[in-house]
């Protein structure tokens, strides 16, 4: 749920800021400081959204393990500890953002090989690395616990079915946050790396060289973006228990809205008629 605020707060804030775009051509002071600003705020609920998941994933690990010191770990007390010291982490770790992050040409961008390195990093194959470690080990916990439940349930069907349906929308929700995350996080930091590379190595490239790396470049950010979405349409194709519940918030939300509008209704008809009373008084 923290993952999904936040990734909503990303998706609210990038597309205000891609929407509306910053004329930097001026090179004004103001233009710097909201080139710089936008670009710390931007890393700060990026990077956050990436470690939820990869805490999620952890978490899913901790709930399967057959070692119940390991599920002991699997609080609300500290996924909140986590979470809040996740956004302190963040907010301090990307302080080099603003200092590297400036306006070139008219464009707002970050030059470097530090940059292209912690986009490497903390983009790519942190996140990815931990997702399909923990993801496996995940999945491999499933699996014993099934073996050594199963038999056991030899005699009742019903229970046996519901076993293998919960076991089967958990996998399918921890391969889904792996494959997504690695499908649309992997060519941004690579054709960073790329462009940063053959900065220094092709001292002379040709128009459309660059043309090709930029428009490369603006796909796998595209994707990088569309990452914070795609995991709730994933879920939603590929768990029914995530549909049940998905369709329970709506009701649910949609039962809060009709029921509270006939009472303020109501509450203001009396105010209306009162008014006139003390008027016509």
Request: net charge positive.
């Amino acid at each position: 749920m923290s993952a999904a605020v936040v990734n909503f707060i990303f998706l609210t804030i990038n597309a205000y800021f891609q929407i509306f775009p910053f004329d930097y051509s001026t090179g004004t002071t103001g233009s710097i400081i909201f080139c710089k600003v936008s670009a710390y705020i931007l890393n700060i609920f990026g990077q956050l959204a990436k470690t939820l998941l990869v805490f999620a994933c952890i978490d899913r690990f901790l709930i399967t393990s057959d070692r119940a010191s390991f599920r002991a770990f699997s609080t609300i007390k500290r996924a909140k500890y986590l979470v809040f010291l996740s956004c302190i982490f963040w907010s301090v770790l990307p302080l080099h953002v603003p200092i590297m992050r400036t306006v070139v040409n008219g464009r707002c961008g970050a030059s470097g090989i530090y940059s292209t390195i912690f986009a490497l990093i903390f983009v790519c194959l942190y996140p990815s690395m931990t997702l399909i470690i923990f993801g496996s080990l995940a999945y491999y916990n499933l699996k014993k616990l099934q073996n050594r439940v199963h038999p056991l349930l030899q005699n009742t069907n019903n229970q046996n079915n519901t076993f293998q349906r919960r076991d089967r929308n958990l996998l399918i929700i921890v391969f889904s946050e792996v494959f997504t995350y690695i499908i649309t996080s992997i060519l941004y930091p690579v054709i960073l790396l790329e462009t940063t590379i053959t900065q220094y190595v092709v001292l002379h490239k040709s128009a459309q060289y660059s043309q090709i790396e930029s428009f490369i470049l603006t796909i796998g950010y595209l994707l990088l973006f569309s990452n914070s979405a795609i995991p709730f349409y994933s879920y939603y194709i590929g768990s029914k228990s995530f549909q049940r519940d998905v369709k329970k918030l709506i009701i649910s939300i949609y039962q809060k809205i009709t029921k509270q509008l006939p009472s303020e209704n109501v509450s203001t008809t009396n105010r209306i008629l009162i008014t006139q009373r003390d008027i016509h008084i």
